[in-house]
């Protein structure tokens, strides 16, 4: 079934609303969230009817990832306070699911001493942006860069993720870090919250311009909080 423009707009302001819970969402998430709503259009996954007849499969999601996720980078004072918050360490282990060019991996094993950093990055182009990153800035030995599909990483490994991806993304990939995610891993997303879990501590910069979210497993599962 053919749907209008006003239909996506529907349910890109329908996402918006369950996701930007201090209306402090900016134009370029806006943009974001919107791509992401009328790629899952495309695909018939947005429609739950659909949804329930066919599943889109591995590779299909594979697909729409490819095809449909926007690269945009954290800037640098975003991927460091995300790394300040999280307190990470010498010791941590840090995955970034969906890793862009690896900068927050760099900083991570750079900047504040991780013990060891991994990414993931689904989109060719971007992942072998990412690996001249790390071999640029010698950190081979410490930082590694899987060109997949997060949805397939074991996440019971890292001590800190960090994560930058869509509002509904987010809320497929809350199911799997409830059953994975090792006790102490702190998880920090930047701008797009755990839909119904609670931070420990929503950081937003002074203009407005970003908001980070701090959660610390399992606390942060059990706790009514941001819808
Ligand atoms: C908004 S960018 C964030 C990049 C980086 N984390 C940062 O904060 O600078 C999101 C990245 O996630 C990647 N991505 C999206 N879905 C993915 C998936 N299922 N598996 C692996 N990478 C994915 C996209 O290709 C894109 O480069």
Redesign the pocket.
């Known amino acids: 079934m053919k749907q209008s423009i006003y239909d996506i707009k529907g349910k890109f302001e329908a996402v918006t609303r369950r996701i930007d819970a201090s209306d402090q969402i900016s134009e370029r998430n806006r943009q974001l969230i919107f791509d992401f709503c009328e790629h899952r259009r495309l695909q018939g996954a947005s429609n739950p009817r659909l949804k329930r007849l066919e599943e889109p499969s591995r590779s299909k999601q594979r697909e729409a990832?490819l095809s449909g996720?926007?690269?945009?980078?954290?800037p640098p004072e975003v991927?460091k306070r995300m790394l300040k918050l999280a307190r990470v360490g010498p010791g941590d282990v840090v995955y970034?699911?969906?890793?862009?060019?690896g900068?927050?991996l760099i900083a991570a094993v750079e900047g504040f001493k991780a013990e060891e950093a991994i990414g993931?990055?689904?989109?060719d182009d971007?992942y072998k942006k990412a690996l001249e990153e790390v071999t640029k800035a010698n950190l081979q030995e410490r930082i590694r860069i899987a060109n997949?599909?997060?949805?397939e990483a074991d996440l019971s490994r890292p001590s800190v993720i960090?994560l930058?991806?869509d509002g509904l993304?987010n809320g497929k990939l809350k199911q799997k870090l409830e059953k994975e995610a090792s006790p102490g891993t702190r998880i920090v997303s930047?701008d797009f919250p755990m839909p119904g879990w609670q931070p420990l501590i929503e950081d937003t910069f002074p203009d407005h311009s970003h908001t980070i979210y701090l959660y610390v497993v399992p606390e942060a599962f059990s706790r009514k909080g941001v819808t």
């Open positions: 990832a996720v926007p690269f945009l980078s954290s991927a970034d699911l969906g890793c862009g060019d900068r927050i993931y990055e689904i989109r971007v997949s599909d997060f949805f960090t930058y991806v993304t930047h």
